[in-house]
């Protein structure tokens, strides 16, 4: 059953609390870099904490945000200290004047406007005629096509140059040519992930509100919304890896949708469909394994943001083994509104559509828009 099959009173309540959950990871997450000053001042001051190096900084304090002190029982608690000030305090330097990462509410506020979107816009196109959108879609798709050809090329010969390990590959903040241009590959990769957006805009304007699934929707919203985060505090390093594989399986998907848009002439070429679900669900046993690997051998790289990754990887498991037994393992009653490789039909045209299509929303003669 879709989200918008449930009741409007559910979907209310389900959008509410995503997106209060939301607020509050990052408000949690923004107020570290506060509560590690504020704890180095009050317990490690106070213990005989000694900076490595004084300048004009306050006592206790590096230059790089690093606590030491003499009495060995505070050891474990510095270290900690040092390692969350290491990389959450200030975040990026390279990034913190790129577009949406100054802060986190531009990106929190598209993510709210998407879900208000989910939820209403169904209610604005109910008593309305689907718009058809063929050539919007071809343009849309083959563009997504290149903007991900774009970032994996940029991710491969980035870390190629800089001699990238798929083992293990801390962070490297530097201005380097080639870690600026991993990290500015990533930064497209969070952006493409707003850009999908329009995936379910052009579902509901198609009035096809049975594909705007819980899977579609908690994919499309948490990557986008998550994915900050990343280019925030680690733009570069393992983050690479995960965004790599995942623009390049995304250049065949958004192929196959910009394909589809063509009508349904091409459907016979399209027999592949099946198998873009089992590489999608391949991608994500290849990040458990290769997360799990990173902490078997201790890999200096954020441990939550591993531990986080791994659960995500899961709960997508799931959902898209659900998705696959449902589409592909039990029998099918219709053919019509048939779904495709994430838990959607393919952003495109499907013999199904029969209906009376619109042209900026005025119906046309013969059921069939100017210019096509």
């Not at 790089?64 to 975040?91: H, K, Q």
């Not at 169904?122 to 071809?138: A, C, G, T, Y």
Request: hydrophobic share 40%.
């Amino acid at each position: 059953m879709g989200l918008m099959d449930s009741e409007p009173g559910s979907v209310l309540n389900a959008v509410s609390t995503a997106f209060n959950d939301t607020v509050e990871f990052y408000r949690w997450t923004w107020s570290i870099a506060e509560q590690c000053l504020e704890l180095g001042f009050h317990h490690l001051m106070h213990r005989k904490a000694k900076p490595e190096s004084m300048g004009a900084l306050k006592p206790g304090l590096s230059p790089d945000c690093r606590f030491v002190s003499s009495e060995p029982g505070l050891g474990l608690g510095i270290s900690a200290l040092n390692s969350t000030c290491s990389y959450v305090s200030s975040g990026d330097k390279r990034v913190e004047n790129w577009p949406l990462m100054q802060s986190p509410w531009p990106t929190l506020s598209i993510s709210t406007l998407y879900l208000l979107f989910v939820w209403l816009g169904p209610k604005w196109m109910k008593d309305r005629e689907p718009f058809q959108m063929r050539l919007v879609l071809i343009i849309y798709n083959f563009g997504m096509v290149l903007l991900n050809l774009f970032i994996f090329r940029e991710l491969f010969m980035g870390s190629y140059n800089a001699g990238y390990s798929y083992i293990c590959q801390t962070v490297d903040y530097s201005n380097n040519v080639n870690e600026v241009r991993i990290a500015g590959a990533l930064w497209w990769y969070f952006v493409s992930k707003g850009v999908e957006y329009l995936d379910t805009v052009f579902f509901i304007l198609r009035k096809k509100n049975n594909q705007v699934s819980f899977l579609h929707v908690y994919h499309h919203c948490t990557m986008f919304t998550l994915w900050w985060i990343g280019i925030k505090w680690v733009a570069g390093g393992q983050a690479f890896f995960g965004a790599q594989m995942n623009s390049f399986i995304h250049v065949i998907m958004y192929s196959y949708y910009g394909l589809t848009a063509f009508g349904p002439w091409i459907q016979k070429y399209l027999w592949w469909k099946r198998y873009l679900t089992m590489l999608q669900l391949v991608q994500f046993h290849v990040t458990i394994g290769h997360t799990a690997l990173s902490l078997y051998t201790d890999c200096p790289f954020p441990k939550w943001m591993h531990w986080a990754l791994i659960a995500y990887a899961i709960s997508f498991i799931f959902l898209f083994l659900n998705f696959y037994t449902r589409t592909y393992n039990e029998p099918k009653q219709s053919k019509a509104g048939k779904t495709a490789t994430n838990g959607i039909s393919a952003n495109g045209v499907n013999k199904s559509e029969k209906q009376l299509v619109l042209e900026n929303g005025k119906p046309q003669k013969n059921g069939k828009p100017k210019g096509e």
